[in-house]
């Protein structure tokens, strides 16, 4: 299957002028439809040719064709005017619409993503995204009999014992593995490491040699030597201050995400034959040099941090974080494999614990830079986007451990992401490095390349992001919030199974994986305001808040179409784009948003390419009562 299928002239709709465009009616099967205010939009029949609307005149007209299957559809279109002249030649009807929002071409060559920007404008950088190595690996069965997760308890023959009065802020040192190259597969790199602060429950920090009492330690802060200042931090090198901040905010917000999305592991695992997955018999104190206690690992990850003689400045943060399974494996199940191979190496890495990773060049980032010069130089502790990614990597660990490593990409990165979302108020950072005003641009642009349970690779992952995330939003927002997530995350289901029996558990509705990507299809097709005007699908939705173990948990509302398409300063939602001239494919769980025009008649005709060949293609014409594009709404409760 084809991860990234680019459409053929794809074309953005952004300018605007009057060109007539004519279309024929088709002789075969007409579906005839009079609008209906508050059902703006028509399923079209799987056997129309042609659809008459009536009751339309001074409407804007788009559609929208759907995917809502596991594999890639190539869905029908409406035609252009020369291509329904070729096929209905000897019966022509003039059908009133105007093309009056004309395209601008949009980019489909690279998709860079990184935008270059003149150094009089706002810089904004996107992070480039980490997908855990351990999927390229065969998935580990859990057991010999039926149950997934059912395990055995044989003994490993790693052995230690843990003692936090061991570890000593300030002199303690360790070498880890670490994945220092830029292609992030090398796992038998290594870097020394000493530990510059422990972070308690309470909130409180160690950056000196002073100990504290270890009931209520939660996190060991490492950074690589040669990327620890005793000054003030920047570019790449971290500080006391910037250390202090990570091991503070995560050791006072951990419990608060526990207790939302559940406990992570605290098993070592192992395996002897490079299948059956077994879990360690002894305690993770006695299988772990550092025992249960979350490590973060601080470094220039991907050694990516460059210079831009051209731009005046260090351009690239690269990898924010991430975590990798494989830090839960003993190292012994690296001899189940040959000495030197993909499979030996990545266990043989395992530094064997709790352990995420964080970019040093990130902690300095500075979101209110103009100029690359001053990227990577933030006055602040450490930036929001660090913060956040606390919390989004360690929702990976307690994922792995909730769902026994079986979640797709694209389910644990939304899941990381409405973690980030439901995290943000309670620890209350920087409110524009959350995931909404980061992701949404992107999603709003570069839908058209994946869907919501697509995962592409690459550069183009970050893409992915935005789809899984502007899926999760939508689906958080309307059916019970932070309750929801909690069940998504806490129940024995996986991916689209976990998503349908949470919600319903939490609402009592019934909902199936082709109903919720049709709702959130339609919800990035027609503005807030209409939506909510007319009841029909949307993001706006205030969830109630969830209370549960001490917390409160709130989402706030997300009007779509507040948000920039990406690249675009002053167009706003997700872009519509004009009808490509050639087929084109959907990804999974993929929409597309595209034009026909305005109609200057009441009853008008409009051809299509044929007949459905594909029972996973849905097609619906859109009736707008103004087209968005350039509208940014504004609409609140």
Known sequence: MSFFNLPIKRNLLLASCLTPLIFTGCIFSTQSVTYDSSTPYIKIDEDATTVKLSGVEGKTITYMVLNKSSSTVTPRTVLTSQKALELNSSNQDELEIENDIPPLYANTEGFKLYKDLESNENIKIYAQNFEDPARKFTKFNYASNSSRSAVSFDTSSSSTTYSDSNFTVGSTKKTFYVLYDEDLSDYTKTLSFTLRAKGYSDGTYTTTSKTSDSDDLVCYVWVADIYYSSGSGSGSKVDSNKVAAIASTFGKYKAAETNLIGEESSHMLYSTDGSTVSKCSSTMASTSATGTVVNILVYDIGKDYTYSSSKGGYTNGGVVGFFVQKDYYTQDTASC?????????????????????????????????????????????????????????????????????????????????????????????????????????????????????????????????????????????????????????????????????????????????????????????????????????????????????????????????????????????????????????????????????????????????????????????????????SVKDTYSE
């Not at 909730?402 to 979302?421: A, C, I, Q, R, T």
């Not at 642009?445 to 939508?474: E, N, R």
């Not at 675009?568 to 997700?574: A, C, D, L, M």
């Not at 299509?608 to 097609?619: A, H, M, V």
């Open 337 to 629: 494999f040959t000495s030197g191979s993909d499979y030996y190496n990545y266990f043989n890495s395992s530094n064997e614990g709790k352990f995420f990773y964080i970019d040093s060049a990130w902690c300095n980032y500075n979101s209110d830079a103009t100029s690359y010069s001053t990227l990577w130089d933030s006055s602040e502790d450490v930036s929001a986007t660090v913060i956040s990614t606390l919390f989004h990597e360690f929702q990976h660990m307690v994922n792995f451990g909730n769902k026994k490593g079986y979640s797709s990409s694209w389910f644990d990165e939304m899941m990381s992401m409405l973690v980030e979302d439901v995290m943000q108020p309670i620890i209350g950072y920087d409110e524009n490095e959350a995931p909404a005003p980061t992701r949404l641009p992107l999603f709003n642009y570069y839908y058209q390349i994946t869907g919501a349970d697509t995962w592409l690779s690459g550069d183009y992952m970050v893409y992915s992001y935005s789809s899984a995330y502007a899926f999760g939003a939508y689906i958080t927002r309307n059916y019970g919030g932070a309750k929801l997530i909690s069940e998504m995350s806490k129940n024995k289901y996986y991916d689209w199974s976990a998503i349908t029996k949470a919600i319903y558990t939490v609402t009592g509705k019934t909902v199936t994986q082709e109903s919720l990507v049709t709702e959130w299809a339609l919800a990035g097709c027609y503005p807030t305001t209409q939506a909510k005007a007319k009841g029909l699908p949307c993001y706006y939705n205030t969830p109630s808040p969830y209370t549960t173990g001490g917390y409160t948990y709130s989402l706030k509302p997300i009007n779509l179409f507040s948000y920039n398409i990406y690249g675009y300063t002053s167009y706003y939602g997700p872009a519509i784009f004009s009808t490509p001239e050639d087929s084109f494919t959907l990804n999974p769980s993929q929409f597309l948003h595209m034009s026909i025009g305005t109609a200057k008649a009441d009853t008008v005709r409009i051809s299509l390419s044929g007949k459905r060949t594909d029972s996973n293609e849905e097609l619906y014409i859109l009736i707008h009562d103004y087209l968005y594009p």
